[in-house]
């Protein structure tokens, strides 16, 4: 995992700054960075990425989009992967 703990943004310019710490944080992370092709648990994998979706959806009141996606393998079925859609401008991001 990436060692960011703590991220400050925006969702426009001129709106007020919010911070996540922590797992939200490094989601966060991932998800701008990941662009328009998203993240899933398969890539990027961490305990509880579903938790870290809701918190900064119900939280940070982001826009994140869960697209099915499907998979094959010993363990076959389906996953999510995530794509930010809310216009982000990240601040700060605070690492270990």
């Known amino acids: 995992m990436a060692d960011v703990i703590r ?4 969702l426009d310019a001129e709106g007020p700054a919010f ?5 939200m944080a490094w989601a966060l992370h991932e998800l701008v960075h990941a662009g328009e092709r998203g993240c ?3 890539e990027r994998p961490a305990p509880r990425w ?3 979706i809701f918190l900064l959806r119900k939280k940070a009141g982001l826009a994140i989009e869960t697209v099915d996606e499907s998979h094959g393998g010993s363990y076959s079925g389906s996953h999510g992967r ?3 859609r809310s ?3 990240v601040i700060e991001e605070a690492r270990r």
């Open 82 to 84: 995530y794509v930010l």
């Open 87 to 89: 216009p982000v401008q």
């Open 40 to 42: 899933t648990p398969i």
């Open 50 to 52: 579903s938790h870290y």
């Open 7 to 10: 991220v400050t943004f925006r």
């Open 19 to 23: 911070t996540v710490k922590g797992r």
